[in-house]
């Protein structure tokens, strides 16, 4: 008669992290024996424990704008006036447009190997018979599998105008004339963070 004695905890947990939460897993203690087998015997036992991590985070962003921006001081008029004297001082013209993207960040604990072989394992063979044949094998393996991915796509159609033209003084006698115009300032800034992967 064959006697193994085999006492194991736990034959297989998987791990999974998604964003930076885990669910954990831990195999327990494994104790094989093979013991007080007959003469000519055959045993054999074979113990196999796998942890699995597996890690996939995504980020997709988009951002879209369309923006109409001016500013104008212009279009003023002094004309006809008779006897004294014109002046036409405009300020100046700015417009500008700001557009800020952050970047998207993924981080990732991934635990250790250790984490998920944490109990001991123990393989005993004694007390079988002449010529019996006795084996015992405990394979522990550990796979992890790492994705993070970012992708940002940022469009932006603006119209930015400054004017502090287009101010006319016509038909004025008798006095002076003076038209004077401010600068006319126009910007357009468009900044995007760079993405983050965080292990």
Do not use: W, Y
């Given at each position: 008669?064959?006697?193994?004695?085999y006492k194991?905890?736990?034959?297989a947990?998987?791990?999974a992290?998604?964003?930076?939460?885990?669910?954990?897993?831990?195999?327990?203690?494994?104790?094989?024996?093979?013991?007080?087998?007959?003469n000519?015997?055959?045993?054999?036992?074979?113990?196999?424990q796998?942890?699995?991590?597996?890690v996939?985070?995504?980020?997709l962003?988009f951002?879209?704008?369309?923006?109409?921006?001016?500013?104008?001081?212009?279009?003023?008029?002094?004309?006809g006036?008779?006897?004294?004297?014109?002046t036409?001082d405009?300020?100046?013209?700015?417009?500008s447009l700001?557009?800020?993207?952050?970047?998207?960040?993924?981080?990732?604990?991934?635990?250790g190997?250790?984490e998920c072989?944490?109990g001991?394992?123990?393989?005993?063979?004694?007390?079988?018979g002449?010529?019996?044949s006795?084996?015992?094998?405990?394979?522990?393996?550990?796979?992890?599998?790492?994705?993070q991915?970012?992708?940002?796509?940022?469009?932006?159609?603006a119209?930015?105008?400054?004017?502090?033209?287009?101010n006319?003084?016509?038909g004025?006698?008798?006095?002076?004339?003076?038209v004077?115009t401010?600068?006319?300032?126009s910007?357009v800034?468009?900044?995007v963070?760079?993405s983050?992967?965080?292990?």
């Open positions: 008669m064959k006697k193994l004695f194991f905890g736990a034959g947990a998987t791990a992290l998604i964003g930076s939460t885990f669910a954990g897993a831990a195999f327990a203690n494994v104790d094989v024996t093979i013991k007080n087998n007959g000519g015997s055959s045993n054999r036992v074979k113990v196999s796998n942890c699995k991590v597996g996939s985070q995504t980020n962003t951002v879209g704008v369309l923006a109409n921006v001016s500013a104008d001081t212009g279009d003023n008029n002094a004309n006036n008779t006897g004294g004297d014109v036409i405009t300020g100046k013209a700015t417009s700001n557009v800020d993207v952050g970047g998207s960040i993924n981080t990732a604990e991934v635990p190997c250790c072989f944490s001991n394992s123990t393989a005993t063979i004694k007390g079988n002449n010529n019996s006795n084996r015992i094998r405990i394979k522990k393996s550990v796979r992890k599998h790492v994705r991915t970012n992708v940002t796509i940022v469009g932006v159609a119209s930015v105008n400054s004017d502090t033209g287009d006319t003084a016509n004025n006698t008798g006095g002076n004339i003076d004077t401010g600068n006319a300032n910007s800034d468009v900044t963070g760079s983050e992967n965080n292990l």
